[in-house]
């Protein structure tokens, strides 16, 4: 059992004609893959053809089960107003957890107009999503989404669960020493298996090492996702499987562990 805690309903890569179409291939890819259930990442670009936003994804998902959404506040265009919005979508269960874009918008995630959010999430034990590290041709982003301010962010509210997606690539290992004795950060897995982000963090033993490291530190806080459509399902499947763990920490891995941080009610046929 898998479940991908990391997708995108986008057609960046051409590999559909409408956002429609990338939702029917995605459901078809999570079937060849033994995917039984999504978290979907609406982006935090609103109303485009190319990547399906909130509305949008609750429109494609209908009431198909086991496909779950995070929201994504807009920080810079509309800073803590969307605070009410976020609110009620969190306590009717709408969305699951918030997901922040540093590093695509130019904003570090001590910013100000973040800490409502902040508050909210961590009153309703709802998790936190950060990007983090480079975007495919850019290196200067890195710079707003760099650890050491997710840091100062879980240490400010202790009972938030804190979630780094990405591993802040190509930094894997000032990553890792930065967040090492912080509890309550938590792991999200995608990308970490895409060419290029492997070339560039050291090669797939330096991924392994690092993963291995952080799942033996933190076994429940940990969780598979994979960035589809721009990175490939299968890669990141193969990646975990390659760890050599346990039969019981995969597990964990692929899907326990996202079940027990977004509290995800998973329909089982
Ligand atoms: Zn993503």
């Known amino acids: 059992m898998i479940i991908d805690s990391h997708v995108h309903i986008s057609i960046y890569n051409k590999n559909a004609v409408s956002l429609e179409e990338a ?8 079937e060849k893959n033994g995917i039984i259930s999504a978290i979907i990442i609406p982006d935090n670009i609103e109303g485009g053809d190319g990547i399906a936003d909130l509305d949008k994804a609750i429109e494609l998902i209908g009431q198909r089960e086991n496909l779950f959404l995070l929201g994504s506040p807009q920080i810079i265009q509309r800073g803590s107003n969307e605070l009410g919005k976020y609110q ?11 997901k922040f874009f540093p590093g695509h918008d130019p904003y570090f995630p001590t910013d100000e107009r973040c800490l409502p959010y902040y508050e909210l999430c961590e009153k ?21 989404n760099d650890p050491k301010h997710i840091v100062q962010i879980a240490k ?6 804190v ?3 990405h591993y802040y690539w190509p930094k894997l290992d000032y990553c890792y020493e ?9 792991f999200e897995l995608a990308a970490l298996a895409d060419k290029e982000v492997v070339e560039k963090s050291g090669g797939i033993e330096k991924i392994r090492e690092i993963l291995r490291k952080t799942i033996f530190d933190r076994p429940a806080k940990v ?3 994979t960035d589809w459509p721009m990175c490939e399902i299968e890669n990141h499947i193969e990646l975990v499987k390659s760890l050599g ?6 597990e964990k891995v692929f899907y326990k562990n996202s079940i027990n941080v977004y509290k995800l009610d998973i329909v089982k046929h």
């Open 223 to 225: 969780i598979f996702g």
């Open 178 to 186: 930065i967040t090492k004795d912080v509890s309550n950060i938590y």
């Open 156 to 161: 400010k509210y202790l009972k938030l669960k």
């Open 88 to 98: 009620r979508l969190l306590k009717e269960e709408k969305i699951k957890g918030l």
């Open 245 to 250: 763990l346990s039969k019981e920490i995969e």
């Open 23 to 30: 939702f029917e291939l995605f459901l078809k890819v999570m």
């Open 124 to 144: 309703l034990d709802i998790p936190v999503l950060f990007h983090t590290g480079e975007n495919s041709g850019d290196s200067e982003c890195a710079k707003w």
């Open 163 to 165: 979630i780094i997606t």
